[in-house]
C-alpha cells in the first residue's frame, strides 16, 4: 500500500505564488511517475504536471511557464511551485503516484489540497 501525504494548499491573491509538497510512503519501491492534477468546483480533474522516474516532465498547457515540478532528493516525495497564479487556478490539488507491479501499473491518490486564488 501507498500513503500520499499533500501539504501547502492556502488562500494566495492573483499574481502571487505558491508551492505544494507531496510526500509518498508505504510500498514506494518502482515508482514510475509522480505528479499532480486539480479538480475546480463543477469541472472534471484535469492532469497538472507529471515527473517521470528518469525526471521528464510534462504540463497541462494551462500552466506551462508557470508551474514547475521537481522531485525531492530520496525520490518520494514532489513539489509543485506555482507561479503567477490566476483565479482558474482555484482547485483542490491532487497528488498521484504511478507504481508499477507485476506488469501493471497502479495510481494512488492523496487526499487533495485546497488552493484558492481570489482577491
Known amino acids: 500500500q501507498v500513503n500520499l501525504v499533500e501539504s501547502g494548499g492556502d488562500l494566495v491573491q492573483p499574481g502571487g505564488s505558491l508551492g505544494l509538497a507531496c510526500a509518498a510512503s508505504?510500498?514506494?519501491?518502482?515508482?514510475?511517475?509522480m505528479g499532480w492534477y486539480r479538480q475546480a468546483p463543477g469541472k472534471q480533474r484535469e492532469a497538472v504536471a507529471t515527473?517521470?522516474?528518469?525526471?521528464?516532465?510534462n504540463y497541462a498547457d494551462s500552466v506551462k511557464g508557470r508551474f514547475t515540478i521537481s522531485r525531492g532528493n530520496a525520490k518520494n516525495t514532489v513539489y509543485l511551485q506555482m507561479n503567477s497564479l490566476q483565479p482558474d487556478d482555484t482547485a483542490v490539488y491532487y497528488c498521484?503516484?504511478?507504481?508499477?507491479?507485476?506488469?501493471?501499473?497502479?495510481?494512488?491518490w492523496g487526499q487533495g489540497t485546497q488552493v484558492t486564488v481570489s482577491s
Open positions: 498521484f503516484l504511478n507504481r508499477a507491479w507485476r506488469s501493471s501499473i497502479t495510481t494512488y
Open positions: 508505504g510500498s514506494i519501491e518502482s515508482i514510475r511517475a
Open positions: 515527473v517521470t522516474s528518469d525526471g521528464s516532465t
